[in-house]
T-cell receptor, first 116, second 110 residues
Framework: EPEVTQTPSHQVTQMGQEVILRCVPI?????FYWYRQILGQKVEFLVS????????KSEIFDDQFSVERPDGSNFTLKIRSTKLEDSAMYFC??????????????FGDGTRLSIL | KNEVEQSPQNLTAQEGEFITINCSYS?????LHWLQQHPGGGIVSLFM???GKKKHGRLIATINIQEKHSSLHITASHPRDSAVYIC????????????FGKGTLLTVNP
């Protein structure tokens, strides 16, 4: 069964550094998402992306965050100047059609980001 | 603001028991998702439903739109069912954003 893959599985970065988290969504999917989960807390929506633009974003997704689909397969989340509070598990997801249809979101295994 | 409340927070069961996890939400939604998160952290989608009932193997999910309530049932529970079960809703008017509950930690003992 096709999977969403995320790399790296664990990223350790110094505070203030830029980090790029990478995701390869399922190949025929059109909608892409990033979520994060701070340790011990619930999963939070960050951003959704369709047709090469952001469809919806949360208040968490401020100017230090950006997303990109640089080619036909990758979907990236960039954090420009990391802060300690950015430490979390980041999940990428994709779906075949927009929400409200019959197709669920498929999640990757996550990237654990640790900011020192 | 949409709140998603799950109960119980923690649930311990003996193998073979029937399990019920509940989810309540506060605003109109277009769909509700049940997700499973294993200790390693990965998330698996179990169900997406907007009305009625869905069944997959030993798992059953129901939703009552009028009462803004959903339940996830596991029949004949097994230790491999031990995981965090998360309810997430897609608010009406949003086709993308999911709002998550805090999850229910299920432990099934042999």
């Amino acid at each position: 069964e096709p999977e969403v893959t995320q790399t790296p599985s664990h990223q350790v970065t110094q505070m203030g550094q830029e980090v790029i988290l990478r995701c390869v969504p399922i190949s025929n999917h059109l909608y892409f998402y990033w979520y994060r989960q701070i340790l011990g807390q619930k999963v939070e929506f960050l951003v959704s992306f369709y047709n090469n633009e952001i469809s919806e974003k949360s208040e968490i997704f401020d100017d230090q965050f950006s997303v990109e689909r640089p080619d036909g397969s990758n979907f990236t989340l960039k954090i420009r100047s990391t802060k300690l509070e950015d430490s979390a598990m980041y999940f990428c997801a994709s779906s075949e059609e927009e929400g409200g249809g019959d197709q669920p979101q498929h999640f990757g295994d996550g990237t654990r980001l640790s900011i020192l | 603001k949409n709140e998603v409340e799950q109960s119980p927070q923690n649930l311990t069961a003996q193998e073979g028991e029937f399990i019920t996890i509940n989810c309540s939400y506060s605003v109109g939604i277009s769909a509700l998702h049940w997700l499973q998160q294993h200790p390693g952290g990965g998330i698996v989608s179990l169900f997406m439903l907007s009305s009625g009932k869905k069944k997959h193997g030993r798992l059953i999910a129901t939703i009552n739109i009028q009462e803004k309530h959903s339940s996830l049932h596991i029949t004949a529970s097994h230790p491999r069912d031990s995981a965090v079960y998360i309810c997430a809703v897609q608010p009406g008017g949003s086709n993308y954003k999911l709002t998550f509950g805090k999850g229910t930690l299920l432990t099934v003992n042999p």
